[in-house]
């Protein structure tokens, strides 16, 4: 922001060329890189729209994740414990890992059913 100026004031002469601003209400943004991808969690996402254009503007929570790394959530991992019945929060992670994410997979090798 500029120094000295009331964010009314700001907002009136952004107004008067053109500029318009607004908030946008987001849970999540990924950004999907060649190598990696760049995870925000919790954003704030303003979009400014100017000449004919928009622009965001995000700020949160970040994370990067290696193309080809399986994102394993909480939740999965809790699932598979549940379904699985085991404890064991580091064996449902692995299983998940080696399922690929794949959750009544991971379930299956970890109750032993897989032939």
Do not use: Y
């Not at 908030?23 to 990696?36: F, H, N, S, W």
């Not at 970040?62 to 809790?78: L, N, P, Q, R, W």
């Amino acid at each position: 922001m500029m120094p000295n100026i009331d964010p009314r004031q700001l907002k009136s002469m952004m107004d008067r060329m053109g500029i318009r601003s607004s908030e946008i209400d987001a849970e999540r943004v990924v950004i999907e890189g060649k190598e990696k991808n760049i995870i925000i969690e919790e954003p704030q996402v303003t979009m400014i729209e100017a000449q004919g254009s928009r622009t965001f503007q995000i700020s949160g929570r970040i994370s990067e994740v290696e193309k080809g790394a399986i994102e394993i959530s909480e939740e999965d991992v809790s699932m598979v414990m549940e379904q699985a019945g085991i404890s064991d929060k580091e064996a449902a992670r692995k299983a998940l890992e080696e399922s690929n994410g794949n959750i009544a997979e991971a379930i299956i090798k970890l109750r032993g059913e897989d032939s």
